[in-house]
């Protein structure tokens, strides 16, 4: 199954700025998915997102607060944009195994907003 | 839709004691079943899966068999130890290939 490196692990940031967080799949795929796990809870899905297209954004996301790129069929980023302190969680970035083999995830970012 | 419903917690465990965590699901076909751990600090992992009816799943001494008349997916583990402390959670991939995660039980294992 693929190896995926996230980072940064965790991070401590202001409201209002902005955190880029980026995720290394060591090979091709042509789907990468974020998610959110807020504190307590289970995992929600943010987006899908296709190399060579925009990303696919679920029910109560958008696109100004998480934009996500897609360079290539081994890289990802998500960024968290004008935070605040309810955007405090884990984020993590997964890809889809081979046939029915589950999901793949990063080791996830923590974030917490001050 | 899919979706998985799952066994609230926290669940607190003295060592070597038997341990279920209760998971169902509703689905259309045939889903592949899953279930996922997270150790503190660390990201999820892949514990087992069953893709078919009455397929047992196993690793790390935890299985969970796929039922399909009870539409269920329990984890089950004989003697649990400390380093089993974690959050499980169930999962199914559907039809639709997406993935429905259930919201996660908390293990702590004291010794």
């Known amino acids: 199954s693929a190896v995926i490196s996230q980072k940064p692990s965790r991070d401590i940031c202001q409201r209002g700025t902005s955190l880029t967080i980026q995720c290394q799949v060591d090979?091709?795929?042509?789907?990468m998915f974020w998610y959110r796990q807020q504190p307590g809870q289970s995992l929600t899905l943010i987006a899908t997102?296709?190399?060579?297209?925009?990303?696919?954004?679920e029910s109560g996301f958008v696109i100004d607060k998480f934009p996500i790129s897609r360079p290539n069929l081994t890289f990802s980023t998500l960024t968290v944009s004008n935070m605040s302190p309810e955007d405090s969680s884990i984020y993590l970035c997964?890809?889809?195994?081979?046939?029915?083999?589950?999901?793949?995830f990063g080791s996830g970012t923590r974030l917490t907003v001050v | 839709g899919d979706s998985v419903t799952q066994m609230e917690g926290p669940v607190t465990l003295s060592e070597e004691a038997f341990l279920t965590i209760n998971c169902t699901y509703t689905?259309?076909?045939?889903?592949?079943l899953f279930w996922y751990v997270q150790y503190p600090g660390e990201g999820l992992q892949l514990l087992l899966k069953?893709?078919?009816?009455?397929d047992k799943g196993s690793n790390k001494g935890f299985e969970a068999t796929y039922r399909k008349e009870t539409t269920s997916f329990h984890l089950e583990k004989g003697s649990v130890q400390v380093s089993d402390s974690a959050v499980y959670f169930c999962?199914?991939?559907?039809?639709?290939?997406?993935?429905?995660f259930g919201t996660g039980t908390s293990l702590t294992v004291i010794p």
């Open positions: 997964s890809v889809p195994g081979q046939g029915a083999n589950g999901y793949t």
């Open positions: 090979s091709q795929v042509t789907m």
């Open positions: 997102a296709n190399q060579g297209s925009e990303a696919t954004y």
């Open positions: 689905a259309t076909g045939y889903p592949s």
């Open positions: 069953a893709t078919k009816a009455d």
């Open positions: 999962a199914l991939i559907g039809s639709s290939n997406q993935f429905y």
